[in-house]
């Protein structure tokens, strides 16, 4: 074949692409209210993972994926990952993973997408306008629990295969399925099964894809990076039972205050980490990271009115941006076996627990905080020559991801969005951790992309979580749009 | 009649009053058992002021009281005394008062015995070796919640009207009774009906008893004092709802952690208090306080081990007392609105509130101190510049009570320990509040004095409550003999 004939083929293959796709456009804007129908349907099941109370609930979500799945013809398996360790000793049954498989082309590129069903508490009474689990369409939005995180991206992921299935045609790559059900509260189980299903379900993967995330403003976005966490407890035990705080306060150092004591050596005022070596190890920002942090669209205002505080740590978009994405932070979540409820309990309690988190960046390494952090707490306790005991346990250490913004599947991303959205994404980070991309990149070596199509005001795991319709069908259109563009890759590439 | 008939006529109501003793010591050996077994009736009650869904338990409570004293032939009210609005605004009806009269001689003292039958939480998982709601005898030691706080004491009280009545004794003095059931959860409406049952069932009372505290060992005691306590609410907010620690740490300044740094500037290390103004303002302590703590019976190593704590702030028994008696004391109870549960949740908290009392003595005065707390801690957190918002409120402002251990009702105490135990009490005071105590005083104008029976290691709010089985019916004894040295009061010194 010569040169002409070669720009002739490609050119008709060209077109034959832009054809399936305006009628896989098509199709998916004429079923959008099945689209929507099947949100209902996943909102409607309170499979929230951190209440054990609703682990049936969760257990009917797991096997929904997989009989939706199972109808479309591809093979689905619902893998056991064992029990659960409760706090009292006790154990009960993870929900199954859900695994799937559609075209098993060796000459094509195989992608796996990740997604969850399960979802954070939501409670009316918490502050929210409609039922959490009635999903309910107000100017287009969709509020519902899990609308967003994140069973619209897992519907649209599974529409996006559909439409192609429902106009005969061809998947353009195999496309596997991985679809958990604890991640929410950790994802517990998922790293054995995704290393016991090495050299199995995800031998012949090639990309890893997941859309549990969000854009930064009203523009598409590719993520490239996340946070790591470590999460410690900061535990300090005094008396061996708790003491009335008439009767015993003047006579015992108390551990509460002994734990106010050091947990205010953590942060400045103005939010500086104090533990020495933490800020030390983070990378420098780079002169390029400046220049693309200052060119994504962000609306620092809109941001700040969001949060509802009167000003923010910084109030320009790069120090911002900068500093959640790309430089520590400690939280102090709170403190466990302390007076919390209403009223006005007059306890010394004996042993308090703090919770605390520090997210972690490049290039800090998490067995090296986690003994900053001990040494740290335990100097400053010696000094206040208290005589409590103090424990301190890192009880997370997830490491922060980071991929390459030029590698072939984020050049494929950001023509997926020029199709669909015309448009250039902004390449961003998440301030969060999502542990298992470093996970399936520690396991696998293969790559990762995030690709999100929750909105910046979708109000993960707030009260009035949504995803706009929008962004629901829009993003279906992204991930057909999405499987083509891989399909382009060269198989070198991967 | 001249000296002599006088003597011989004196000497004969001596000798009537101790064959009377006696036989109402018989009486009480003789029906131990009736009495644990009323004691057992009590306990099985969960009359859990704290918990509204224990409301049902705690009407039935009272309206055990009434029925008790009213076979009794006391005249008997159960005094309405309103409802209690709960923190989501609903009302709960208040468990009725009960008062019961025995016996209207005007030319006899009237005592009014305070009491109160409601209990602090307790559940067998909270640590307690056997069921806190079965009384159960281990050794002497009657288990279960509410035995020593305040069930015992007071049908103690009921038991020692009704031996008079059974050995058809005439009551030496009148007696009334004035039982609660929301003692354990601030008195609410107790103030209110004191107030205005002042002209009425209050008027003819001329002396108030007290039996809601303990030894401070094995030695029986009279209590004289009480600190008060000013409990306050600090309360930071900040962002307008919960945040994810990951997408927001590092873009605000969290109000957990503006507080934590606020309610380290409350205590030194030491437990020194850094209040301004606090310190000052204590009644220093003389050289009669510092004989009398000198000589009472009080072993610091039990009481160290007691608390299980490593060392105490103070090891000498001076000191120690002093600081729980007489020495204000700054405890945190807790933080209400952060991450109090197990596990490991991510979030920054949006509005966080510190709970933490300050223990009252002479002379402070509890509406300085809410200026000196509310000013100091707003001065602290203005120097953080922090965007968040503190408020601060004092919920409770108890002042301390202090009786005068000369007054004839403590001679009357001295005198009943000397037959009963035949040993000198000692002369105590509580660490923890009594409010009732000083709202008697204030409206009635009626001196006080607080007997306790309870035992120095009765673990009242604690796990594994108990009451012996000797303090119970010995103290039943020390009420007889009271009532007795009561009369013997010449009618002006009240």
Redesign the interface.
């Known amino acids: 074949m010569n040169l002409q004939t070669l720009s002739i083929v490609l050119l008709v293959i060209s077109y034959a692409q832009a054809f399936h796709y305006i009628k896989l456009v098509q199709y998916v804007d004429d079923h959008q209210e099945e689209y929507v129908e099947a949100l209902r349907d996943w909102v409607a099941i309170e499979s929230d993972s951190?209440n054990i109370q609703k682990r049936p609930e969760l257990h009917r979500m797991m096997e929904m994926v997989a009989q939706k799945l199972r109808l479309m013809g591809g093979t689905v398996e619902l893998v056991d990952i064992g029990e659960q360790e409760l706090?009292d000793g006790q154990t009960i049954t993870l929900p199954k993973v859900v695994t799937a498989q559609f075209g098993s082309d060796p000459s094509k590129h195989t992608v796996c997408v990740y997604g969850h069903v399960d979802v954070q508490p939501a409670k009316l009474e918490d502050?929210w306008a409609t039922d959490p689990y009635n999903l309910t369409d107000i100017s287009g939005n969709m509020y519902g629990r899990g609308t967003s995180d994140n069973k619209a991206p897992v519907l649209a992921w599974i529409h996006a295969v559909k439409a192609y299935q429902a106009l005969s045609m061809v998947l353009p790559v195999n496309v596997k399925f991985l679809i958990e059900g604890m991640e929410e509260?950790?994802s517990n189980g998922l790293d054995a099964m995704i290393l016991a299903q090495r050299d199995t379900f995800l031998s012949d993967v090639d990309y890893i894809i997941i859309s549990d995330c969000g854009w930064l403003s009203r523009r598409p976005a590719l993520t490239y990076g996340?946070?790591g966490?470590c999460?410690f407890f900061a535990e300090v035990e005094?008396?061996?039972?708790?003491?009335?705080?008439?009767?015993?306060?003047?006579?015992?150092?108390?551990p509460?205050?002994?734990l106010?004591?050091i947990?205010?050596t953590l942060?400045s005022?103005?939010?500086r980490i104090l533990i020495p070596g933490i800020q030390e190890a983070v990378a420098p920002l780079s002169d390029e990271e400046w220049k693309m942090y200052q060119d994504i669209e962000f609306d620092v205002n809109h941001?700040k009115n969001k949060?509802?505080?009167?000003?923010?740590?910084?109030n320009n978009k790069v120090d911002?941006l900068a500093?959640?994405w790309r430089?520590?932070?400690?939280?102090?979540?709170?403190?466990?076996?302390?007076?919390?409820?209403?009223?006005?309990?007059?306890?010394?309690?004996?042993k308090v627990t703090a919770?605390f988190?520090i997210?972690q960046v490049p290039d800090m390494d998490p067995a090296t905080v986690k003994k900053q952090v001990t040494h740290y707490l335990h100097s400053v306790f010696a000094?206040?020559?208290?005589?409590?005991k103090l424990k301190v346990t890192m009880?997370?250490g997830a490491k922060p991801w980071l991929a390459d913004t030029q590698h072939p599947l984020y050049e494929a991303g950001k023509a997926a969005i020029k199709r669909v959205f015309n448009m250039e994404p902004d390449l961003i980070r998440?301030?969060?951790?999502i542990p298992i991309a470093r996970t399936f990149q520690d396991v696998t070596g293969k790559s990762i992309i995030m690709m999100p199509i929750g909105g910046f005001d979708d109000g993960?795991?707030?009260?009035n979580e949504k995803m706009s319709r929008y962004n629901y069908i829009e993003g279906t259109k992204l991930f057909i749009a999405y499987l083509n563009e891989v399909a382009q890759i060269t198989k070198t590439s991967g």
């Open positions: 951190s706090p502050g509260t950790g996340t946070r966490n999460y005094g008396p061996k039972q708790d003491l009335h705080s008439g009767v015993y306060g003047g006579a015992v150092i108390e509460m205050t002994d106010i004591g947990l205010d942060i005022p103005s939010g941001f949060t509802g505080v009167n000003h923010l740590m910084y911002l500093h959640r430089y520590p932070t400690v939280s102090i979540h709170g403190i466990m076996g302390a007076f919390s409820d209403p009223g006005t309990k007059t306890v010394i309690p004996a919770k988190s997210r000094k206040r020559k208290s005589p409590n009880v997370i998440e301030g969060g951790t993960m795991h707030s009260q």
